[in-house]
């Protein structure tokens, strides 16, 4: 880590010898390796919240990327319901300005299923998203228990 080699340490074992004594060098040695851990541990941590804030960046940057294009299909498709109907409003019209010719001249018109087709493409809403919040929420509604667990008593071993 420091880049300490074998001569430095042990220049360092024998200083701290010396300075602190017999007695107390066991307990610093101790102490000093229970801090070194401690930092290691840290840096670690450190490293490994900094690898899971990457990973949801890039998850952010998916999830952004995918409800775009959602949002775009979605707009494509209310572009083109829209379109739809307002074809079909024009059939509709022709439809009623042609029954009327034909009532005129008593001649029969087909126009129930056209008015069918007309009413079913004319019904049907546009489409309708439910938020990733609620989808999220509905899922752990989902993954909850739906009996009581009781808890298992354990023995303590000491």
Do not use: Y
Request: hydrophobic content about 40%; charged content about 30%; some cysteine.
């Amino acid at each position: 880590m420091f880049g300490l080699g074998f001569g430095e340490i042990l220049l360092i074992a024998v200083v701290a010898l010396v300075v602190l004594g017999p007695e107390r060098l066991p307990k610093v040695a101790r102490s000093a390796g229970l801090w070194v851990g401690r930092i290691q541990n840290f840096i670690n941590n450190v490293k490994t919240e900094l690898s899971q804030q990457a990973g949801v960046a890039e998850f952010r940057q998916a999830r952004d990327s995918i409800e775009s294009t959602a949002r775009a299909l979605e707009h494509d498709i209310n572009t083109n319901v829209r379109s739809i109907r307002g074809e079909v409003d024009a059939l509709k019209r022709q439809l009623a300005k042609d029954e009327s010719h034909a009532e005129a001249d008593k001649m029969p018109v087909l126009s129930k299923p056209l008015h069918d087709c007309c009413a079913l493409v004319t019904e049907t809403p546009l489409l309708h998203r439910v938020s990733l919040r609620r989808q999220a929420l509905q899922r752990r509604r989902d993954m909850r228990p739906r009996h009581n667990i009781s808890p298992k008593l354990r023995v303590r071993r000491h």
